[in-house]
């Protein structure tokens, strides 16, 4: 089992930053990929970042150049630096992660993110 926790978000101007984290319960080595998804009102849910083990990236068409997906071994942490940001950015942000044993794949609980002046 994995508990991820997600911490972060909140209310910024559009063309302001924020950094959201998300810490998992078990070694980030035991992981084989954590990354980001987010889910406005009346939308999918939606890749954003991703980050394996080996530190291959996957970053959404619509945040490249603005968003970057990072992790801190030590602190089994995975972050999301978010700049530039845009009121169709606004949705909740989901932590993922992936075992790498099993391959199942858990879920935080989701940070608000508002965009808006």
């Known amino acids: 089992q994995v508990q991820l926790v997600e911490s972060g978000g909140g209310s910024v101007q559009p063309g302001g930053s924020l950094r959201l984290s998300c810490v998992s319960s078990?070694?980030?080595?035991?992981?084989?990929?954590m990354g980001w998804y987010r889910q406005a009102p009346g939308n999918q849910r939606e890749l954003v970042a991703t980050?394996?083990?080996?530190?291959?990236?996957d970053v959404a068409d619509s945040v490249k150049g603005r968003f970057t997906v990072s992790r801190d071994n030590a602190k089994n942490t995975v972050y999301l630096e978010m700049n530039g940001l845009k009121p169709e950015d606004t949705a909740v942000y989901y932590c993922?992660?992936?075992?790498?044993?099993?391959?199942?794949?858990?879920w935080g609980q989701g940070t608000q993110v508002t965009v808006s002046s």
């Open positions: 993922k992660a992936v075992s790498l044993s099993t391959w199942r794949t858990y």
């Open positions: 078990r070694s980030i080595f035991a992981l084989n990929s």
């Open positions: 980050i394996t083990k080996s530190d291959d990236t």
